[in-house]
C-alpha cells in the first residue's frame, strides 16, 4: 500500500515536471540583450554643430573676447567675455542623441575659457531670481554622461526669467524633441540680444555683482530636416524654418507659437547672418517666412 502511493507520488512528480518541460520549450527563446552602440563624443570631423553657419563669424582669438568661439564638441558656441554668456549657442539633434542618461545638474565654470577671464560660475545666479537657463538643452543630450554634463558649462547658461524658461521656452524645447522623435533632425541656432530682463525678484540689467549681463530678449531659429544625409544640400526653399524671439520676462504667455517670428527680423535685432552657409537664394525664402504649422 506505501509502495504503491510512492510510485504514484512519484508517477505524479514526473508527470508534472514533465509538464513543466513541455511548457519552457514552448516559451520563446530567450532575445539576446538589447545592444545599444556606444555614442562616441564628436570629433572636429564628425562636428556638425556649425554646419549651417557661424551666424556672427565668431573666432578662437582671445583678443575677439565679445564674439569668441568655443567647440565643445556637443554644440559650439559665441561667447561674450562681458556680457558673461553666450551671444548664441549651435547645436544639431538627432535621435540617437537621446539616452538615458538622467541630468546631471553639474552647474560649473567653463575651464576652457581663457585664463585671465572672469569665469562665472555654478552660484553666480544664486538670489539673482533668474534661472540658469540653459540655451542648448541638457534633455537634447542625453546619450552619455558627459553628453549632458556638457551642457551644465556656465557658457551655455543665461540668466533667464522662470516664467519663460519653464514656459514657452520649454515647452519649444519639448516640441523640437517630439519632432526628433517622429523622424526628423534638426538644426538649432539660439541667443540672446538686449540689456534687462524680469524675473522673480523683479527688473535687473545685471547678476553676479555685475559680471553677467541679464539679456531682454531670448532667440531660437530651428530648421527641420527628415532624418538623411548630406543636410546642408537638403535645406531648400520649403523646408520647415521655426524661429521664435521671446522676451525675457516673467509675465509671459505660455505659448511658443505666439513668439513666432522671421530669421531676417532676428538677423535684423540681432545683427547676425544666420544659416550663412545656407544659400542667398534659398536663405531669401526660408528667412522671410514665418512658421504656422
Ligand atoms: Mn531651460
Ligand atoms: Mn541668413
Given amino acids: 500500500m506505501k509502495n504503491k502511493f510512492t510510485l504514484l507520488f512519484l ?45 556672427s563669424s565668431a573666432t578662437d582669438n582671445e583678443a575677439d573676447f565679445g564674439n569668441y568661439l568655443m567647440k565643445e564638441g556637443y554644440y559650439s558656441l559665441s561667447y561674450n567675455r562681458d556680457r558673461g554668456t553666450p ?3 549651435s547645436w544639431h539633434v538627432v535621435y540617437t542623441d537621446f ?3 538622467a541630468r546631471q545638474n ?3 565654470a567653463n575651464p576652457n575659457l581663457p585664463e585671465t577671464w572672469y ?43 522662470p516664467n519663460n524658461n519653464q514656459g514657452p521656452w520649454a515647452s519649444l524645447e519639448t516640441y523640437c524633441r517630439s ?8 538644426y538649432v541656432i539660439a541667443g540672446v540680444y538686449g540689456e534687462g530682463g524680469v524675473g522673480n525678484s523683479g527688473a535687473a540689467t545685471t547678476v553676479d555683482n555685475g559680471k553677467v549681463t541679464v539679456p531682454s530678449n531670448l532667440w531660437k531659429v530651428i530648421v527641420v530636416l527628415p532624418d538623411g544625409a548630406n543636410d546642408l544640400s537638403r535645406v531648400k526653399n520649403n523646408s520647415r524654418v521655426i524661429s521664435v524671439i521671446m522676451p525675457n520676462i516673467n509675465t509671459i504667455s505660455t505659448d511658443w507659437r505666439s513668439f513666432r517670428t522671421s530669421v531676417d527680423y532676428i538677423e535684423d535685432q540681432t545683427g547676425y547672418d544666420v ?19
Avoid at 179 to 186: D, I, M, S, W
Avoid at 275 to 293: F, G, P, R, Y
Fill in 119 to 161: 569665469k562665472v560660475a555654478a552660484t553666480s545666479y544664486s538670489a539673482s531670481g533668474f534661472d540658469r537657463g540653459h540655451v542648448c538643452p541638457s534633455s537634447d543630450r542625453t546619450s552619455t554622461l558627459e553628453a549632458n554634463s556638457a551642457t551644465f558649462l556656465m557658457t551655455n547658461i543665461i540668466p533667464q526669467a
Fill in 106 to 108: 553639474d552647474f560649473r
Fill in 11 to 55: 508517477s505524479a512528480i514526473i508527470f508534472f515536471s514533465s509538464c513543466k518541460k513541455d511548457a519552457i520549450l514552448t516559451t520563446p527563446a530567450p532575445q539576446p540583450p538589447i545592444v545599444v552602440p556606444p555614442v562616441a563624443p564628436p570629433t572636429d570631423a564628425t562636428d556638425s554643430t556649425l554646419l549651417l553657419g557661424n551666424p
Fill in 99 to 101: 539616452g538615458s542618461f
Fill in 179 to 186: 519632432l526628433v522623435q517622429a523622424g526628423n533632425e534638426l
Fill in 275 to 293: 544659416l550663412s552657409k545656407v544659400s542667398t537664394s534659398i536663405q531669401n525664402v526660408i528667412e522671410a517666412k514665418v512658421d504656422d504649422l
Fill in 87 to 89: 551671444n548664441w549657442v
